[in-house]
Every structure is written in C-alpha cells, then in structure tokens.
T-cell receptor
Framework: EAQVTQNPRYLITVTGKKLTVTCSQN?????MSWYRQDPGLGLRQIYY???????DKGDVPEGYKVSRKEKRNFPLILESPSPNQTSLYFC????????????FGSGTRLTVV | GDSVTQMEGPVTLSEEAFLTINCTYT??????LFWYVQYPGEGLQLLLK?????DKGSNKGFEATYRKETTSFHLEKGSVQVSDSAVYFC?????????????FGKGTKLSVKP
C-alpha cells in the first residue's frame, strides 16, 4: 500500500530534550515536506526537500532541522524543543511528475512540557 | 507571497443540504489548486484537484471549478451526509515559485446533523 509513515503518533517530552520524528514513504517520491498544524493557523510548512541532499526552509523553520540522506526518509529533528513547538505535525510526499499535491502521513501529536 | 483565503467556520448543515465553502487565492503564475479533507483524528486526504483554468475537479459528489478570472476554487456538494463532517482545506501549489510548497487556507470545519 502506498503510504507515508510517521512515528511516533504521540509524544510527550520535556523542554530541551532532543527528539526526532521519523517519516518514510514507499512511493519513490522526490518531494517531501513537513507541516505543523495549529488551531486558528491552519497548516504551515516547516521544511521541504526536492530530492536527496536538497532541502530548504518553509515558512516556520526556526527550531527545527531536517535531513534527506535517502529518498524515502525525511526525519524532523528538534534539537532543543520548547513549549511553543507543541503541535500536530504532518509529513507529506509528492512526485515531481504529478500535479496531485501531497500524500500525507497520519500525524504526530507532540507535547513539550 | 502566495496565499489562500477560505471562509471561516464552523459550518453546520442538516443532512441533504447544499454545501458551498468559498476559497480564493493570490498567486503569481498558474498554480494548481486542491481541496483536502481531514476527518477527526486523521491526516489530510486529497479530495479533488484542478491544474488549469476552467478545470473542474470532482470526487465523492464534491466539485470545484478553477476560476482564474475570480481567482476562486469554491467547493460544492449538492447533498451532504453526516459522514461528510470534517475539516476542509483549500490549497495551492505554485510550481513557478517555491517548488514543493503546498500553501493552505486555515480550514473550514463542517458539521452535518442528521
């Protein structure tokens, strides 16, 4: 089944403790992206990647890092999480040959206390 | 920069009522337009899309027409069901600009009552 898989689904952590949210897709997509969803703000892009070793900032990159060493994986790293990063995070992927937009993962609900 | 504006919610309708959710956009070039749906506790699913002016996207009884003259992509359904209760997001992707950035509206929550 074609899908985007994120882990974990839920995470509670403390301020300053480094964490990684993993994202993997099995569709051989070139584009991958991370979004955060907050009430009243909709979805905002954090980082995106157009292919292996090619990444760029989205609208809200501060406090986040990403890497794209393999085509299928696009982890999101929070080096020193803060409470304002409490949010619902979505990973998504897309093919450069398609106009159908992104396929989304099921989301990771992160709480930073 | 590019942006999407959609009507504020929540929208509450009775079953079998007609649905319209307005969406307008600002973008340079010729973006592709999308409607995504998010059911409670789930990720976003693509509902329909249109890639050029006057295209009509349709799926599951929902329709939207890409109107370049009014920069709009309104979502419509003739007869809603309780199972359509969800949050609906209008979005655009502008390949002429920042590639890979799917820009979303803030979402419209739809509740359908039996």
């Amino acid at each position: 089944e074609a899908q985007v898989t994120q882990n974990p689904r839920y995470l509670i952590t403390v301020t300053g403790k480094k964490l990684t949210v993993t994202c993997s897709q099995n569709m051989n997509h070139e584009y991958m992206s991370w979004y955060r969803q907050d009430p009243g703000l909709g979805l905002r892009q954090i980082y995106y990647s157009m292919n292996v070793e090619v990444t760029d900032k989205g609208d809200v990159p501060e406090g986040y890092k990403v890497s794209r060493k393999e085509k299928r994986n696009f982890p999101l790293i929070l080096e020193s999480p803060s409470p304002n990063q409490t949010s619902l995070y979505f990973c998504a992927s897309s093919s450069v040959d398609s106009d159908y937009g992104y396929t989304f993962g099921s989301g990771t609900r992160l709480t930073v206390v | 920069g590019d942006s999407v504006t959609q009507m504020e919610g929540p929208v509450t309708l009775s079953e079998e009522a007609f649905l319209t959710i307005n969406c307008t956009y600002t973008a340079t070039g010729y973006p592709s337009l999308f409607w995504y749906v998010q059911y409670p506790g789930e990720g976003l699913q693509l509902l329909l899309k249109a890639t050029k002016a006057d295209d009509k996207g349709s799926n599951k009884g929902f329709e939207a027409t890409y109107r370049k003259e009014t920069t709009s992509f309104h979502l419509e359904k003739g007869s809603v069901q309780v199972s359509d209760s969800a949050v609906y997001f209008c979005a655009l992707m502008n390949y002429g600009g920042s590639q890979g950035n799917l820009i979303f509206g803030k979402g419209t929550k739809l509740s359908v009552k039996p």
